[in-house]
């Protein structure tokens, strides 16, 4: 029970990688608190399934959502130990869509992928001044590492940017006990990958993969719950790869 007395605040609870995310912090000893956009039924189930898991709605997409939600998630739990920015979306574009349309996918992307992440991080860093220090876990992606597919750009570029985010949290505030780790997926089997699989045909998602699957959603879920152990606090500052050797560097 590694995180046992630990209050964790995680985004995008309800999707596929949040919930076994959840779950590994849960059996780590974790009080998880799982935050949700719109999906309260699916939220309060998992809740259930955790045994004494809190839940806080928050709407990422505006300006004054992720502090707002932090606010909230602070009067529920009284202290937060540790947040995981796992809450994010792609959202396919063109360069040949309107310029109008091109902004407001360029504009959702950064709002939610990065800014919700950022003033999150912001919150969560001055409430750890206050008690001592804490952890950020973000989840990045293979997409901000190299590139992306053209249609996707906006999110490679949002996870990117996240990834340089979490180092400058690592590297400027790794003096007052705040400790930043970013965790970078390629293809994960979720709801997600299975429409892409289902539209492009298996092969195009495993091209590349040399150990020839996707990661599980339980993989990433384990690797933040190890991630947030006390005794890992030399991986501040880490970019960690889960992506079946697809992209090393």
């Known amino acids: 029970m590694h995180l046992s007395g630990k209050t964790v605040l995680l985004t995008g609870a309800t999707g596929s990688i949040g919930q076994d995310i959840a779950r590994e912090l849960a059996r780590d000893g974790a009080r998880v608190m799982l935050h949700y956009g719109r999906n309260t039924t699916k939220a309060e189930a998992l809740a259930k399934e955790l045994g004494g898991a809190l839940i806080v ?3 990422l997409s505006t300006p004054a959502g992720p502090t707002r939600l932090w606010d909230d998630a602070i ?35 950064l709002q939610v992928n990065l800014m919700a992440a950022a003033d999150l991080c912001r919150a969560a860093i001055q409430h750890f001044r206050i008690i001592g220090g804490g952890r950020i876990v973000n989840i990045a992606s293979r997409a901000g590492q190299g590139g992306y597919r053209a249609e996707a750009m906006s999110y490679g570029a949002t996870k990117a940017a996240l990834i340089n985010l979490t180092q400058s949290i690592a590297r400027g505030f790794g003096p007052e006990n705040i400790h930043a780790t970013a965790i970078a997926p390629g293809w994960v089997k979720t709801e997600m990958s299975d429409a892409y699989v289902a539209q492009h045909g298996e092969a195009a998602a495993l091209s590349g993969i040399p150990i020839g699957r996707m990661a599980h959603t339980q993989e990433i879920g384990e690797l933040v719950s190890f991630v947030l152990r006390p005794t890992q606090a030399s991986l501040s500052g880490a970019v960690l790869d889960v992506n079946g050797a697809s992209q090393m560097r």
Do not use: F, Y
Not at 81 to 108: F, I, K
């Open 75 to 109: 009067a529920v739990a009284g202290e937060i130990h540790a947040l995981v920015n796992n809450a994010g979306q792609l959202t396919p574009s063109s360069v040949s869509d309107p310029l109008e349309a091109w902004h407001a996918v360029w504009q959702s992307d």
């Open 57 to 59: 709605q928050g709407d």
